[in-house]
């Protein structure tokens, strides 16, 4: 493609509002523009790199057996009221009328819609398995847009959705998409990992989060650094043996802590440490109030008091919640006497403390000689804690390491949560009707263009991998007045699209300086620069991964470019 003939508006200066690297280049390099806050324009060079991510995304789903279908974004009220998300969904999904007043929701997401595609379609266990994908735009209506098509309200996802008459196919589907999803990121050439994640609010069980490092991600991850175990950092499981100590247990003593709220201060006050300390706090699971118990160093993690207490929503009590119950502020909480059929859980390292330090439900008032089983009793200890870096890995291989990462993929076995409510079944080899068991798998495609951009740069500019280039060759005549450079350049640029190259032409009449600048921004895996030499067939090229120069002659340039790419 000529330059002049395309559509790459390059900028010299970096645009303001943009806080990430990857988000300042696609905006400098001329590859997506903003329309307004969470919505962009692919241009030019943007949409290739996403036609390539789509190209890699769709030869991997093939190979698995899921086909690939196109749903509508419109969505139908009704349907999402079927399932109840129409009422739980609040201001993130985005809702219009038709113009007979008729309500519909522009996609988010589609379980709605292909459940109900297919309940009137797949009515027996003969026609499952079936795995059923599109590449289409989703509508969030995100509070905070950020980093560019990292976090947009409109996106571009792939997601699959499998049915299965029985559990086992269901895992086989999970497994084919676990190794199609790292299939696809390792040919991206992203550092990813996949790692085990809560559900969230859409229910099932098993399901996986598919991550690239990234100092600038949302989510932090919790990894071995010697096994391939990794978790979201609600997941990740603490395995540890806490030594019990072998002090007798004393007497209960009250003591007087004025106003000493937090754990640090009350340990200090009371000459002893945190790890001493039974840290209590109450949240409100459903519509109840349960006691949460931890060791005064350690956090606890929300999501795991939501798995222990079966809670559906889980939520810090207020500090009124708090003085209701227990007649103090929750600085002064603990589990010594708390009001009959208050359900209390505690996490592992609880059991451990001997004449430990707690509230005492009254304010600025504290226990000292606190011992777990004698002087209170739990319903149930469990893994209530956030890990720790440093703390083993669950699988018994190296230690917890902590990274952030950008979530690219997202993959959930379902089961019936969306089958049941919609009725969707299918005769199984009983003839009896059962609903589908479901899985449901994405992949935030725009989003990966800005994770792979921000993988690939320096300071220059982009360093895009050859998978994803959005041409592989830059041709860059130096200078198109000079009629050998301009010829050469035209030449070398036909020979190579002859070859089956993609190749972008610096036809411009501008300066060399413009033309270098942003042939890096640009950041090709290759360029050829038609310089001065071109009069003794030399031209000079750039490896931009590593920007090594080299010198071909005009005449090795097809075999040298057909080595470089291997094909
Ligand atoms: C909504 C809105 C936001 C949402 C959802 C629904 C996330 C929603 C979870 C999923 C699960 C999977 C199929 C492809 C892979 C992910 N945010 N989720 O359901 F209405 Cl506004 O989307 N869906």
């Given at each position: 493609m000529r330059q002049t003939l395309s559509f790459i508006p390059t900028l010299r200066e970096t645009p303001a509002d943009a806080e990430v690297k990857s988000h300042q280049l696609l905006l400098r390099a001329g590859f997506i523009r903003q329309n307004t806050s969470g919505i962009y324009s692919f241009l030019p060079l943007g949409k290739r790199v996403l036609h390539k991510v789509e190209k890699i995304i769709r030869e991997e789903m093939e190979a698995i057996n899921s086909v690939e279908v196109f749903m509508p974004a419109l969505q139908q009220a009704e349907l999402w009221q079927e399932t109840g998300r129409w009422y739980s969904y609040g201001d993130e999904l985005m809702r219009l009328k038709d113009r007979n007043d008729r309500e519909f929701a522009l996609g988010a997401t589609h379980e709605e819609i292909i459940t109900s595609l297919l309940r009137d379609e797949i009515k027996s266990y003969?026609?499952?398995p079936l795995t059923l994908y599109q590449i289409q735009s989703k509508f969030r209506d995100e509070k905070r847009p950020r980093f560019g098509l990292l976090r947009g309200r409109e996106f571009l996802m792939k997601d699959a959705y499998s049915f299965h008459a029985t559990p086992e196919s269901l895992d086989k589907t999970y497994d084919d998409m676990m190794q199609a999803y790292s299939n696809i990121f390792r040919r991206l050439g992203l550092n990813f990992r996949a790692v085990i994640a809560d559900s969230g609010a859409i229910g099932g069980k098993d399901n996986h989060e598919f991550m690239v490092l990234s100092e600038i991600g949302e989510d932090t991850i919790a990894y071995s650094d010697n096994s391939p175990y990794a978790a979201n950092i609600e997941m990740a499981a603490v395995q540890l043996d806490y030594p019990k100590s072998s002090e007798p247990a004393n007497p209960v003593e009250k003591v007087a802590t004025p106003d000493q709220k937090t754990i640090s201060q009350v340990a200090e006050f009371l000459e002893t440490t945190p790890e001493n300390c039974i840290k209590t706090l109450v949240f409100k699971a459903d519509d109840e109030l349960i006691v949460v118990l931890s060791r005064g160093d350690h956090e606890v993690n929300d999501v795991k008091v939501k798995h222990i207490s079966g809670a559906k929503l889980i939520d810090m009590a207020t500090p009124e919640d708090v003085r209701e119950l227990l007649s103090c502020d929750i600085g002064s909480i603990g589990p010594v006497n708390l009001p009959a059929g208050v359900r209390v859980f505690a996490d592992n390292a609880v059991k451990s403390i001997v004449n430990g330090v707690t509230g005492?439900?009254?304010?600025g008032v504290h226990f000292k000689n606190v011992t777990p089983g004698e002087d209170f009793t739990v319903e149930a200890y469990g893994d209530l804690r956030f890990v720790k870096e440093g703390d083993p890995s669950p699988d018994g291989n190296g230690t917890i390491q902590f990274a952030k990462g950008i979530e690219v993929g997202h993959i959930f076995k379902l089961g019936t949560t969306y089958s049941e409510p919609m009725k969707a079944t299918f005769l199984n080899d009983q003839g009896k009707a059962m609903p589908y068991i479901m899985g449901c798998y994405g992949i935030g495609v725009s989003r990966i263009v800005a994770a792979v951009a921000e993988q690939f740069q320096d300071d220059s500019g982009f360093t895009w991998p050859n998978a994803v280039a959005p041409y592989e060759i830059h041709v860059v005549p130096v200078n198109v007045k000079d009629d050998v450079q301009r010829e050469t350049g035209e030449e070398i640029y036909e020979q190579l699209k002859a070859q089956g190259f993609e190749v972008l032409l610096d036809d411009r009449k501008e300066r060399a300086g413009v033309k270098f600048a942003d042939a890096d921004l640009i950041g090709l895996p290759l360029r050829i620069t038609v310089g001065k030499r071109a009069a003794e067939g030399i031209l000079e090229v750039k490896i931009r991964e590593t920007n090594e120069t080299v010198e071909w002659h005009k005449d090795e340039v097809q075999d040298k470019v057909r080595e470089f790419f291997k094909k």
């Open positions: 003969k026609k499952l005492a439900n009254e304010d």
